[in-house]
């Protein structure tokens, strides 16, 4: 069983920063994947970020490229999305994710889902 716990979303403004944590207890394994997925309010799920077990890889939707960074803490099972220049379209429930590799959980989805964390950015 593994258990994702995410953690420090919150309110902010357009414009402002914020990081994301998602720590994974249970069946831990570095080998892999972990990621980021978000459903803003009327909207299906979207892919956000993905990173593969090393870190050696990342991927990213284009709507968030160049503004949101994922990266991962294997010796504390943890994985961060740091986002910068919020825009008010980033609003939604922020999930993390695992699976087995990158590009899968990416296309079909991941074996894992955390509960969420809510993201709002004001205008």
């Known amino acids: 069983q593994v258990l994702l716990v995410e953690s420090g979303g919150g309110l902010v403004q357009a414009g402002d920063s914020l990081r994301l944590s998602c720590t994974a207890s249970?069946?831990?394994?570095?080998?892999?994947?972990m990621g980021w997925f978000r459903r803003a309010p009327g909207k299906e799920r979207e892919f956000v970020a993905a990173?593969?077990?090393?870190?050696?890889?990342?991927y990213y939707a284009n709507s968030v490229q160049g503004r949101f960074t994922i990266s991962r803490d294997n010796a504390k099972n943890t994985v961060y999305l740091q986002m910068s220049s919020l825009k008010p379209e980033d609003t939604a429930v922020y999930y993390c994710?695992?699976?087995?590799?990158?590009?899968?959980?990416?296309?079909?989805?991941?074996?894992?889902w955390g509960q969420g964390t809510r993201v709002t950015v004001s205008s």
């Open positions: 249970g069946h831990t394994e570095s080998t892999y994947a």
């Open positions: 990173i593969s077990g090393s870190g050696g890889s990342t």
């Open positions: 994710a695992k699976g087995p590799d990158a590009v899968v959980l990416i296309t079909s989805g991941p074996d894992y």
